[in-house]
């Protein structure tokens, strides 16, 4: 049984850093994609990093540059490092996973950012 526990969410000012981590177990898939979305209530999830295992990582425009998506196979963990935050960023983040970076078979339960001064 796959399951995702993502950590690392919290407050912080405009300009901020924060890292986000998601500890993954039960993942036994060669091939694969994780990936890092967020939602505000009422819209539809947005996806904001990816990386396959082959390690080639995408970005949404909106966070190119600011966020940096990284794994540590020893540690089963994936990571998102935030940077330059803005109050725009503030959302609830999840991290999936799926065996190609267009289907997401599992998700983790969630961390909220608040970016505000």
């Known amino acids: 049984q796959v399951q995702l526990v993502e950590s690392g969410g919290g407050s912080v000012q405009p300009g901020g850093s924060l890292r986000l981590s998601c500890a993954a177990s039960g993942y036994t898939y060669s091939s694969y994609c994780l990936g890092w979305f967020r939602q505000v209530p009422g819209k539809e999830h947005e996806g904001v990093a990816f990386i396959d295992s082959d390690g080639r990582r995408s970005y949404a425009n909106s966070v190119k540059g600011r966020f940096t998506i990284s794994q540590d196979n020893a540690k089963n963990t994936l990571y998102l490092q935030l940077s330059s935050l803005e109050p725009e960023d503030s959302d609830m983040y999840y991290c999936?996973?799926?065996?190609?970076?267009?289907?997401?078979?599992?998700w983790g339960q969630g961390t909220q950012i608040t970016v505000s001064s």
């Open positions: 999936a996973g799926g065996q190609r970076c267009s289907t997401w078979h599992y």
